[in-house]
């Protein structure tokens, strides 16, 4: 932990609850002068005690420093408590770590833009222990310039980790959303196999160092067929989706037949179906990216199923 430093820009947070009080610390811990505020003042008692400094009110937290850094849990909860003190604001870098969608972070743009204020949009790819460590990622949209004035305060929250992506105030929500799509898609995936080797007394922890490798193996696929998605070219060098939705009949089967859960699988061979019924059945499997660029239900001619069968 470095002592406070007159040498390092100072940097307000407004928001102290896990992941708030997290942030505030890691800055705290590198030396910035650290101003902190929170609608429940005595989450800030350790902080303080730390040497950071309780304002008095969200006013006098946001003229304390030139960086503004609010994270609170939604964007309801940011504009509540940012709108008063909008032309405390004005002239001042304004870094939202909150959570959004992409609507949200460029409405919240425009709002910021209309006060005077330079905006940045972030994401946190982290919990809050990993805040201030070589493990948090944070991503950050908007005014490059805005970045870069405060790039090294904001390094304190994750050395490696501060990433610039794009003027685009979208693009930390979108990337975020991306991110733990993939998340979720390879844990419900682990899960699903899991549940199936259960059934036969194999314990996820037994199982776990193949599934490790299969995760790690699906990675492989991953630039070949973002290559084929940017070109709308789809080669099936690998397997064909005919292949692929064989193999999801048999996990729907065994699924069903063990009297293990078979949802998500029959979500796998729905999409792998539709796409083979609109004409990809020998493309490549990143042919799928029709699939989900379409709202659900809806055929490669762009009419939904519904709508497709009643034209018949
Ligand atoms: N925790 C994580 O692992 C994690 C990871 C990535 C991103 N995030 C994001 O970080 C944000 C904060 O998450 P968290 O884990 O810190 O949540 P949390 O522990 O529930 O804290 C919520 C914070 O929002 C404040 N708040 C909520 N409604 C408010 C309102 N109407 N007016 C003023 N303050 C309000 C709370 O103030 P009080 O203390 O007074 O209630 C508290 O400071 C969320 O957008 C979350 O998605 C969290």
């Known amino acids: 932990m470095s002592p406070i430093s007159a040498s390092k820009s100072p940097v307000t947070v407004v928001g102290l609850g896990l992941m708030g009080h997290a942030l505030a610390a890691a800055f705290l ?4 002068p650290t101003t902190v505020w929170n609608r429940s003042a005595a989450k800030a008692g350790d902080l303080v005690a730390g040497g950071a400094t309780l304002a008095g009110s969200i006013k006098s937290a946001v003229e304390a420093s030139p960086l503004v850094v609010v994270c609170v849990s939604d964007y309801d909860a940011v504009r509540a408590l940012l709108d008063p003190v909008a032309s405390s604001l004005a002239g001042r870098t304004l870094v939202n770590l909150t959570t959004a969608s992409s609507t949200q972070a460029r409405e919240t743009a425009g709002w910021a833009a209309r006060i005077g204020s330079a905006y940045l949009d972030g994401a946190i790819l982290a919990l809050p222990q990993a805040i201030g460590t070589a493990q948090a990622t944070v991503l950050y949209a908007g005014p490059k310039a805005a970045f870069e004035e405060h790039e090294a305060t904001l390094r304190a929250l994750g050395e490696s980790g ?3 992506l794009d003027e685009d105030h979208g693009l930390s929500a979108l990337y975020d959303m991306s991110v733990l799509s993939i998340m979720w898609g390879v844990l419900n995936g682990f899960l699903q196999g899991a549940a ?7 314990k996820a922890s037994t199982f ?5 490798t299969a995760i790690n193996v699906t990675t492989d696929y991953v630039s070949a067929y973002a290559q084929q998605i940017d070109e709308g070219a789809y080669p099936a060098a690998d397997a064909t ?16 037949e063990l009297g293990v859960n078979a949802e998500v ?13 609109g004409g990809r059945a020998g493309d490549s499997y990143a042919a799928l990216i029709e699939q989900f660029r379409a709202p659900a239900g809806h055929t490669d001619d762009g009419l939904s199923e519904m709508q497709a069968e009643a034209a018949k």
Do not use: C, D, W
């Open 29 to 32: 811990a590198s030396g910035h």
């Open 162 to 164: 501060a990433m610039y």
């Open 196 to 202: 199936l080797l259960g059934t036969a007394n194999v």
């Open 208 to 212: 776990a160092a193949l599934a490790t």
């Open 241 to 256: 989706i005919a292949v692929h939705a064989g193999g999801m009949e048999h996990l729907v089967q065994e699924s069903e």
């Open 265 to 277: 699988p029959k979500l796998f061979l729905e999409l792998a179906t539709r796409a083979a019924a």
